[in-house]
C-alpha cells in the first residue's frame, strides 16, 4: 500500500527534514494526499515544499499549516507554486498571526488564477486581516 497521509505537525522540523519531505514529494512513486505541517515550534520555511511543488505537482489534496508562525514573503512562493496543483481540497493557513493584508490580498488575487477548481475550505481562521483585505478575498 502506497502511503497516502503524512502527519508530522508538532514538531520542531529543521531545513534538513523539510529538504527529506522535499524529496519525498518529488519524487514519481509519491501519492501522498494530505500532508500536516500544522503546530510547528518555530517558523516554517515552507520554500522547500513550495520547490517540490513546482518541480513535480504532488496530488495533494489537503494541505495543513495551521500555525507555523508563516509570513508573507514565505507563503508567496507556496501559492505560486500551487497553480501547478489542481487536486488540492483543503488549504490550512489558520493561526498563522504574521500574516498580513498584503498578503489575503495576493491570496485574493491569485486564488483565482490557481485553477482549484476542486478547492473548497481555505482557513484562515483566525485572520488578523482587516475588513477591507477580507473584502479582497
Do not use: W
Not at 13 to 23: I, K, M, P, Y
Not at 81 to 110: C, M, P, V, W
Request: include cysteine; hydrophobic fraction near 40%; glycine fraction near 4%.
Amino acid at each position: 500500500p502506497k502511503l497516502k497521509q503524512l502527519d508530522v505537525s508538532n514538531n520542531n522540523l529543521s531545513n534538513g527534514t523539510l529538504q527529506v519531505l522535499r524529496d519525498i514529494l518529488v519524487h514519481p512513486d509519491c501519492h501522498l494526499e494530505a500532508v500536516d505541517l500544522g503546530l510547528q515550534r518555530r517558523s516554517l520555511n515552507v520554500s522547500l515544499l513550495a520547490l517540490a511543488i513546482a518541480q513535480n505537482p504532488p496530488s495533494l489534496k489537503r494541505l495543513y499549516l495551521s500555525n507555523c508562525g508563516l509570513v508573507d514573503s514565505k507563503v508567496f512562493p507556496l501559492i505560486n507554486a500551487l497553480t501547478l496543483n489542481t487536486h488540492l481540497e483543503s488549504l490550512d493557513l489558520s493561526k498563522n498571526r504574521q500574516l498580513t493584508d498584503q498578503f489575503l490580498i495576493y491570496l485574493g488575487h491569485h486564488l483565482p488564477r490557481l485553477h482549484l477548481t476542486s478547492l473548497n475550505v481555505l482557513n484562515l481562521h483566525p485572520s488578523s486581516g482587516s475588513p477591507a483585505a477580507m473584502r479582497a478575498m
